[in-house]
């Protein structure tokens, strides 16, 4: 069976530090990859999607990048974090190919201060 | 540009009642409609996935329905219970035949004992 990590699950950072959030899914090969953020009282935002490794998609100008190393590794980056960057982050999967299932992380809750 | 929409924002019901959750979507050229649950700090759980030429899935006293032609998704509770507290989402999936999914703002249901 397949299943999502991400880690770490809560994370509290100072203004102007840096970020790196990991996600790894197991039990499949060439899966789609996302992020999303939500932000207290508000809906899921797509951040960045990959279908294979070094393809990402950004869908928002942000202070935010995503790296897909590895067939089933992606992970989320900033160089210089912002409080506005404060919020849920989640990972979600799902086969490469149109009309399949998501599946989701347990998420990151990061608090910029 | 796909605009999910969910109806209600928030709904409080005494156990045991039928409930209709309501999702809209704008555009609807989609693979697939997929609901899911989100308890409060917590990743989202899958709870039904409709493939875009299905009419409705069913699984428990969950049934959701999909009428592409229209842009709505509904989702049914039966005979709620205090468990089935938390926040529902939709989301939709081949946004501009790509495989994004795209979500609603939720729907925050709490079941009364």
């Known amino acids: 069976s397949q299943t999502i990590h991400q880690w770490p699950a809560t994370l509290v950072q100072p203004v102007g530090s840096p970020l790196s959030l990991e996600c790894t899914v197991e039990?499949?090969?060439?899966?789609?990859l996302y992020w999303y953020r939500q932000a207290a009282g508000r809906g899921l935002q797509l951040l960045f999607y990959?279908?294979?490794?070094?393809?990402i998609s950004s869908e928002v100008p942000q202070n935010l990048s995503a790296s897909r190393p590895q067939d089933r590794q992606f992970i989320l980056s900033s160089k210089k974090l912002l409080l506005s960057d404060s919020g849920f982050y989640l990972c979600?999967?799902?086969?490469?190919?149109?009309?399949?299932?998501?599946?989701f992380g347990q998420g990151t809750r990061l608090t910029v201060v | 540009k796909q605009e999910v929409t969910q109806i209600p924002a928030a709904l409080s019901v005494p156990e045991g009642e039928n409930l209709v959750l309501n999702c809209s979507f704008t555009?609807?050229?989609?693979?697939?409609l997929q609901w899911f649950r989100q308890d409060p700090g917590k990743g989202l759980t899958s709870l039904l996935l409709?493939?875009?030429?299905?009419r409705e899935q069913t699984s428990g006293r969950l049934n959701a329905s999909l009428d592409k032609s229209s842009g709505r998704s509904t989702l049914y509770i039966a005979a709620s219970q205090p468990g089935d507290s938390a926040t529902y989402l939709c989301?939709?999936?081949?946004?501009?035949?790509?495989?994004?999914?795209?979500f609603g703002t939720g729907t925050r249901l709490k079941v009364l004992a």
């Open positions: 979600a999967w799902s086969r490469n190919r149109g009309g399949t299932e998501a599946f």
């Open positions: 039990g499949t090969s060439n899966p789609n």
């Open positions: 990959s279908v294979g490794i070094g393809q």
């Open positions: 555009d609807s050229a989609i693979y697939n």
């Open positions: 409709i493939q875009s030429s299905q």
């Open positions: 989301a939709v999936n081949g946004v501009s035949g790509t495989y994004k999914y795209i």
